[in-house]
């Protein structure tokens, strides 16, 4: 019996067993750091969009309730820009616990109609107004930072931005603390 032991768990000396040890703090320690940094980043990113959320305010979608944005614009000129938004941007306008119009900002700075699936329709009509900025995975565009305002005939505006470059920043400092903590153990 006692072979047997010694085969599979070798007599370790006590620098193996406090090199282990040691380690082994480390690589808790590295990923709680890297845990902990990956969350105060996150809160501050989210924070920061909400600020342009605030900013942009109902903006955008009120601008679909007064029909400056349908396609084509309201005077017919092709170029259909949405000054002022940053790319990514949505704006939908609710009326009746229904979409009636939504949009989002194109890559080339214009607007685009959007159609939401029954699942996104069903996120955004739950928002309550002046409730401040919730994030929504919306199936039609990806993960959002949205913020529902009520508007001046009844109606319910709401305004998101992409988390995308929160993801992505996110993603790209968890390769770094990967990469670095490695190097580090």
């Given at each position: 019996r006692d072979r047997l032991r010694s085969r599979w768990a070798p007599n370790r000396t006590l620098r193996g067993?406090?090199?282990?040890?040691?380690?082994?703090?480390?690589?808790?320690?590295?990923?709680?750091?890297?845990?902990?940094?990956?969350?105060?980043?996150?809160?501050?990113?989210v924070r920061q969009l909400d600020g342009q959320l605030a900013a942009a305010g109902g903006r955008f979608s009120a601008s679909l309730e007064r029909g400056r944005l349908a396609p084509g614009g309201e005077d017919g000129d092709a170029d259909n820009a949405?000054?002022?938004q940053s790319v990514g941007t949505i704006g939908v306008r609710l009326v009746g616990g229904r979409v009636s119009q939504a949009a989002i900002v194109a890559d080339?700075?214009?607007?685009?109609?959007?159609?939401?699936?029954?699942?996104?329709?069903?996120?955004?009509?739950?928002?309550v107004p002046g409730a401040g900025p919730v994030t929504a995975d919306l199936a039609a565009v990806g993960d959002y930072r949205v913020e529902a305002v009520a508007g001046r005939d009844?109606?319910?505006?709401?305004?998101?931005?992409?988390?995308?470059?929160?993801?992505q920043t996110l993603a790209?400092?968890?390769?770094?603390?990967?990469?670095?903590?490695?190097?580090?153990?």
């Open positions: 067993r406090l090199t282990v040890g040691l380690v082994g703090i480390l690589l808790l320690a590295c990923a709680l750091l890297g845990g902990v940094t990956a969350l105060f980043l996150r809160s501050f990113l949405v000054p002022g080339d700075g214009t607007n685009r109609p959007l159609v939401f699936p029954a699942g996104d329709t069903a996120t955004l009509t739950a928002l009844g109606d319910i505006q709401v305004t998101g931005l992409p988390l995308h470059s929160v993801n790209q400092l968890a390769v770094i603390e990967a990469i670095v903590f490695g190097g580090v153990v």
